[in-house]
């Protein structure tokens, strides 16, 4: 067996397995009990009214931009440059403008008093930290969430699902539940659950017969399997378990790096992390992560999207200053204490 120390590690129990193979068995395609039993459990559980399951959290994106271009027609959208690339890419298949927007220095989400020149968001809660959802909707913009990474985190005591216009999720394979790839979006609005459920299932009218073809609007094909709906829906009942364990590492990387060195800064009494990511600010990060890689301690670092070569546009000031410095640590539902000390150790010893 390594010692290797991973970044991430996909978490499937047996019962994950046995409930998948069954679906396999039975179902397998998008039309099997699962998908609409996952919808409705993660609508309860982030306690948003609807919920439309989708085969990746870049879909989920794509489709609320569809929906959000079919109710507003073209509109310049706001997104920050530090992100996945895939917040940005979403938005800039189906609108003709996006805007790279700049990011707070300490706690790394889109900086609200710097949004300017924009008709719409695509937000993000990055590394899993929400954004303050009440600056953000005193914008008065129409906002889609991008909340891939904050399944499980809260917002002023409320898990994140419902503050926004609509919230999407990732469960690719390195995130908190995972269904191997896979995505969700919810929302409180009716027309967008309906026009999502359309979009992404090749714009069929939902009033149509069963045997006749009918398309009302443009859409595509998003949806998500019976297997892997099976698969996040054995997960959604550990959610909770896997934000404590990941508050359980962050904490222990919290004592040996605060003020040390800059890690994300936060008021934990209106926020609450679910540790998706755990980053720290280094002057020598490239140095220090081929060293530790070396080591078999896996690092990875992050980027700013507007320099990325398919948009060649300036980086914002903040947006580039941690993108030079992060390192992104191991942390997941698996890794332990020991294993969490000895990644902060060597890190300090390399600085
Ligand atoms: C912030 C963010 N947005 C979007 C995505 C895209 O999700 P997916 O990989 O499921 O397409 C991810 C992660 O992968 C992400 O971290």
């Given at each position: 067996?390594?010692?290797?120390?991973?970044?991430?590690?996909?978490?499937?129990?047996?019962?994950?397995?046995?409930?998948?193979?069954?679906?396999?068995?039975?179902?397998?395609?998008?039309?099997?009990?699962?998908?609409?039993?996952?919808?409705?459990?993660?609508?309860?559980?982030?306690?948003?009214?609807?919920?439309?399951?989708v085969?990746?959290?870049?879909?989920?994106?794509?489709?609320?931009?569809?929906?959000?271009?079919?109710?507003?027609?073209?509109?310049?959208?706001?997104?920050?440059?530090f992100?996945?690339?895939?917040?940005?890419?979403?938005?800039?298949?189906?609108?003709?403008?996006?805007?790279?927007?700049?990011?707070?220095k300490?706690?790394?989400?889109?900086?609200?008093?710097?949004?300017?020149?924009?008709?719409?968001?695509?937000?993000?809660?990055?590394?899993?930290?929400p954004?303050?959802?009440d600056?953000?909707?005193?914008?008065?913009?129409?906002?889609i969430?991008d909340?891939?990474?904050?399944?499980?985190?809260k917002?002023?005591?409320?898990?994140?699902?419902?503050?926004?216009?609509?919230?999407?999720?990732?469960?690719?394979?390195?995130?908190?539940?995972?269904?191997?790839?896979?995505?969700?979006?919810?929302?409180?609005?009716?027309?967008?659950?309906?026009?999502?459920?359309?979009?992404?299932?090749?714009?069929?009218?939902?009033?149509?017969?069963?045997?006749?073809?009918?398309?009302?609007?443009?859409?595509?094909?998003?949806?998500?399997?019976?297997?892997?709906?099976?698969?996040?829906?054995?997960?959604?009942?550990?959610l909770?378990?896997?934000?404590?364990?990941?508050?359980?590492?962050?904490?222990?990387?919290?004592?040996?790096?605060?003020?040390?060195?800059?890690?994300?800064?936060?008021?934990?009494?209106?926020?609450?992390?679910?540790?998706?990511?755990?980053?720290?600010?280094?002057?020598?990060?490239?140095?220090?992560?081929?060293?530790?890689?070396?080591?078999?301690i896996?690092?990875?670092?992050w980027?700013?999207?507007?320099?990325?070569?398919?948009?060649?546009?300036q980086?914002?000031?903040?947006?580039?200053?941690?993108a030079?410095?992060?390192?992104?640590?191991?942390?997941?539902?698996?890794?332990?204490?020991?294993?969490?000390?000895?990644?902060?150790?060597?890190?300090?010893?390399?600085?």
């Amino acid at each position: 067996m390594s010692n290797k120390i991973e970044w991430d590690c996909p978490d499937f129990t047996e019962s994950d397995i046995n409930y998948a193979i069954k679906s396999l068995n039975f179902y397998i395609g998008a039309k099997g009990p699962n998908v609409e039993l996952l919808e409705n459990s993660f609508a309860k559980k982030v306690g948003a009214k609807y919920a439309v399951a989708v085969d990746n959290g870049t879909n989920a994106i794509v489709a609320s931009c569809m929906v959000l271009k079919h109710m507003f027609g073209e509109l310049t959208i706001g997104v920050p440059s530090f992100t996945f690339i895939a917040s940005a890419n979403a938005p800039q298949f189906i609108f003709k403008n996006i805007k790279f927007l700049d990011v707070d220095k300490d706690n790394w989400n889109l900086d609200i008093n710097k949004v300017k020149d924009v008709d719409a968001l695509v937000s993000v809660d990055v590394a899993g930290l929400p954004i303050d959802y009440d600056s953000l909707n005193g914008l008065g913009l129409p906002v889609i969430s991008d909340s891939a990474e904050s399944a499980g985190s809260k917002y002023k005591g409320e898990y994140i699902g419902s503050q926004c216009l609509m919230h999407t999720f990732s469960f690719h394979r390195s995130k908190l539940i995972s269904s191997g790839e896979g995505g969700m979006i919810t929302t409180n609005s009716k027309e967008c659950y309906d026009l999502l459920k359309s979009y992404s299932n090749h714009g069929y009218d939902f009033n149509k017969k069963s045997w006749e073809y009918k398309h009302k609007t443009l859409g595509l094909n998003f949806r998500m399997s019976d297997v892997h709906a099976a698969l996040a829906l054995s997960q959604l009942s550990r959610l909770d378990e896997y934000v404590s364990h990941r508050k359980f590492i962050a904490e222990i990387y919290d004592s040996f790096f605060k003020g040390v060195i800059p890690i994300q800064k936060y008021n934990n009494k209106v926020f609450s992390h679910n540790y998706f990511l755990y980053g720290v600010l280094v002057e020598n990060r490239d140095f220090i992560i081929e060293k530790m890689n070396s080591q078999g301690i896996t690092i990875k670092s992050w980027a700013s999207i507007a320099s990325q070569d398919c948009y060649r546009r300036q980086d914002p000031l903040f947006s580039k200053y941690i993108a030079d410095r992060i390192m992104l640590l191991p942390i997941h539902n698996k890794l332990k204490k020991n294993d969490a000390e000895t990644v902060a150790t060597t890190l300090l010893s390399l600085i």
